[in-house]
């Protein structure tokens, strides 16, 4: 069973920081490859941080450095850390989650964030 619950998001000043999360109550989030996406208003949704199962890190070179992608596998939850937010952060984010490659992605529902000036 999937069903990507994402939290965390909400509005910050600029060099604020949020922390998401996005949890899942069935299949263990650890043997996924997990990926953070975002899309502003008028754009496309981009990828931001990925993680996969061998603890293998990608960042976009948006957030190099400001972000932290990691997971919790008590939790069942990957959270994706931001700080120096800026006001181009400003964007609705998805987690996504892949067991294997190949076969359907599952999303979940995005939650807001907003960075002010």
């Known amino acids: 069973q999937v069903q990507l619950v994402e939290s965390g998001g909400g509005l910050v000043q600029a060099g604020g920081a949020l922390r998401l999360s996005c949890a899942n109550s069935?299949?263990?989030?650890?043997?996924?490859?997990m990926e953070w996406h975002r899309q502003a208003p008028g754009k496309q949704r981009e990828l931001v941080a990925t993680?996969?199962?061998?603890?293998?890190?990608y960042y976009a070179d948006s957030v190099q450095g400001r972000f932290t992608i990691s997971r919790d596998n008590a939790k069942n939850t990957v959270y994706l850390q931001m700080s120096n937010l800026k006001p181009e952060d400003t964007a609705v984010y998805y987690c996504?989650?892949?067991?294997?490659?190949?076969?359907?992605?599952?999303w979940g529902q995005g939650t807001q964030v907003t960075v002010s000036a």
């Open positions: 996504n989650a892949q067991w294997t490659r190949g076969d359907r992605d599952y």
């Open positions: 069935g299949r263990k989030l650890s043997f996924a490859r």
């Open positions: 993680i996969a199962p061998s603890g293998s890190i």
